[in-house]
């Protein structure tokens, strides 16, 4: 095919040998495939700031580390060299989090770098060895969709301990090769200890998921993972392997306020009824 404006730079350079089609166009950036010596790899080429959406919205920001003070005061004041900088800590952040989860075991596309705003990523491919599908893309067996829901559950929680959270995920964002469901699409990634929205996010992450998965196994649906998840992550108990229920024990916790309270009053009524009682005697 016509190489792509943007993908020149890296052919002249000899990262990659040849573009063999685009992927998808999406929302934010386009896919392609390209041939790097005999290997096929994809390419993410990401919009430009202005063609972007909600991704690049200051909630997603806070937390992440800026290379300087220089840097952070620009980007705080909006000038234009704080505006390049905001675009390229906000670009890089994709493939920073795609080592970082590699590192940590979790399935996402192998990073092999970033190049004049290119990432270059594994190309995720089904049986046949063509893109893989979404989640979205597929009809699923209850018995499929209550197993992809588990280990979905399992690499949120493996992500959430090596401190991220994707803050977009859904049936789009997850492919399914061979090996099952893995997780794509990271530069909105959130750093999960510095971000004020943190558990807010994780817990729209987690319900995407089960509303997704409920439609073919409907008692997904009443599960609370999120909150469940982030209970521990807060008291810093979490590890990759912690295991979860789906029942958030907060819920117990209520249920105790809820008991308390009901004592109080029993005991407020008696006092009361004893009161009573003396200004009866008192007549
Ligand atoms: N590593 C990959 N392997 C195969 N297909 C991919 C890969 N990364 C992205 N895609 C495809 O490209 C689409 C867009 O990529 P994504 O990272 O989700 O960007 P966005 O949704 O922001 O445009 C995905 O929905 C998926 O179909
Ligand atoms: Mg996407």
Same mark, same amino acid.
């Given at each position: 095919m016509k190489i792509p404006k943007r993908l020149s730079p890296l052919i002249e350079d000899g990262i990659i040998d040849e573009v063999v089609g685009e992927v998808k166009s999406g929302k934010e950036a386009q896919v392609y495939v390209v041939r790097c010596g005999d290997e096929l790899r994809c390419a993410k080429v990401y919009k430009d700031a202005n063609n972007r959406s909600f991704k690049q919205a200051v909630q997603y920001q806070e937390g992440r580390s800026v290379k300087n003070s220089r840097t952070a005061r620009a980007i705080g004041k909006r000038t234009r060299f704080g505006q390049k900088e905001a675009e390229a800590s906000w670009i890089s952040a994709e493939v920073d989090a795609l080592y970082k989860l590699t590192a940590a075991g979790v399935r996402v596309p192998k990073p092999f770098g970033f190049f004049d705003g290119v990432l270059i990523m594994e190309l995720i491919v089904d049986a046949d060895g063509n893109p893989a599908p979404r989640l979205n893309d597929l009809s699923l067996e209850t018995g499929v969709a209550r197993e992809y829901h588990q280990i979905l559950i399992r690499q949120i929680v493996r992500m959430l301990a090596s &401190?991220?959270?994707? &803050?977009?995920?859904s049936e789009f964002n997850v492919l399914v090769d061979a090996g099952g469901p893995v997780i794509i699409d990271l530069p909105q990634a959130v750093n999960a200890g510095g971000n004020n929205s943190a558990s807010m996010m994780l817990d729209r992450d987690v319900r995407n998921m089960a509303e997704y998965f409920g439609a073919f196994a409907p008692e997904l649906l009443a599960t609370e993972y999120g909150k469940e998840i982030w209970a521990v992550y807060e008291q810093g108990k979490l590890t990759p392997d912690t295991e979860f229920t789906g029942v958030f024990r907060g819920n117990q916790l209520e249920a105790n306020v809820g008991g308390v309270l009901a004592a109080i009053k029993d005991a407020r009524l008696e006092h009361e009824e004893k009161i009573l009682k003396k200004t009866e005697w008192g007549r």
């Amino acid at each position: 095919m016509k190489i792509p404006k943007r993908l020149s730079p890296l052919i002249e350079d000899g990262i990659i040998d040849e573009v063999v089609g685009e992927v998808k166009s999406g929302k934010e950036a386009q896919v392609y495939v390209v041939r790097c010596g005999d290997e096929l790899r994809c390419a993410k080429v990401y919009k430009d700031a202005n063609n972007r959406s909600f991704k690049q919205a200051v909630q997603y920001q806070e937390g992440r580390s800026v290379k300087n003070s220089r840097t952070a005061r620009a980007i705080g004041k909006r000038t234009r060299f704080g505006q390049k900088e905001a675009e390229a800590s906000w670009i890089s952040a994709e493939v920073d989090a795609l080592y970082k989860l590699t590192a940590a075991g979790v399935r996402v596309p192998k990073p092999f770098g970033f190049f004049d705003g290119v990432l270059i990523m594994e190309l995720i491919v089904d049986a046949d060895g063509n893109p893989a599908p979404r989640l979205n893309d597929l009809s699923l067996e209850t018995g499929v969709a209550r197993e992809y829901h588990q280990i979905l559950i399992r690499q949120i929680v493996r992500m959430l301990a090596s &401190g991220i959270i994707h &803050g977009d995920l859904s049936e789009f964002n997850v492919l399914v090769d061979a090996g099952g469901p893995v997780i794509i699409d990271l530069p909105q990634a959130v750093n999960a200890g510095g971000n004020n929205s943190a558990s807010m996010m994780l817990d729209r992450d987690v319900r995407n998921m089960a509303e997704y998965f409920g439609a073919f196994a409907p008692e997904l649906l009443a599960t609370e993972y999120g909150k469940e998840i982030w209970a521990v992550y807060e008291q810093g108990k979490l590890t990759p392997d912690t295991e979860f229920t789906g029942v958030f024990r907060g819920n117990q916790l209520e249920a105790n306020v809820g008991g308390v309270l009901a004592a109080i009053k029993d005991a407020r009524l008696e006092h009361e009824e004893k009161i009573l009682k003396k200004t009866e005697w008192g007549r």
